[in-house]
Each structure stands twice: as structure tokens, then as C-alpha cells.
């Protein structure tokens, strides 16, 4: 199950969104990915099922990327390193590539459990 989100509540209120979103650039920059060369959804911890089913329907080449950036991260942690400011992640690149395949299959199962329990309505 997904953690709980305020994303739909704050984006229905645009004084909110606006004075969060300096916030959310900051926590952005502090957490340092992007100058790991990191996307947010290499960031998704793929000890879930889901998880593991997204990564599975990912392209070849989409995956080769996601494994690569990861190890360099890695190697450059284990460095206490960071990118050249040129190769950081730019926000325009941070696009999300594992979000929507989770959703997809979230919303597959919520769908085959409904079919499941689904009771069959007694004719006369």
C-alpha cells in the first residue's frame, strides 16, 4: 500500500502549491540526488512485489539506465563524491518512468480483486 499523499490536496489550491514549492525545491537540492545523477524513481526501494513487477516491464534500455545510474551513485557515495555540476540530473530530466507502471499495476489488482469478489446476481 502506497504512502498517504497530500499531493491532490495541494495541487487543487494554487496559494498552497506556491507557498510549498520552494520548500520542495529546497528539500530537493538537500537530499542530493540529482547531483548523484539520480532520478526520484530510482529512489523507490524494490523490496515490494509491485516494485519488482514494475521494474520487470521496464524497456531493456530504460532498465540498463536505471541500473547504471544507481551503481555510479553508489560508487560515488562510497567516494563521499558528487557529480560535476554538469552532469547533475536537471529537474526537466526528473521525469517519472517507474511511477506510472506502479500505478498501471496498482490499479490491475484493485481491478482483479473487484472481479474476484465479484457475486453473481441470482436470476429468476
Known sequence: MPAPSLVNYVTKRPWLHKLLQPVANWYTNASLYRQMGLRADDL?????????????????????????????????????KILPKNEWTKPEED???????????EAEAKEKEALDTLVPAKGH
Open 95 to 105: 521525469v517519472p518512468y517507474l511511477s506510472p507502471i506502479l500505478k498501471a499495476i
Open 44 to 80: 523507490i526501494c524494490e523490496e515490494d512485489a509491485d516494485v519488482l513487477k514494475a521494474l520487470g516491464r521496464l524497456s531493456p534500455k530504460e532498465s540498463y539506465d536505471r541500473i547504471y545510474r544507481i551503481r555510479r551513485a553508489t560508487q560515488l557515495s562510497l567516494q563521499q
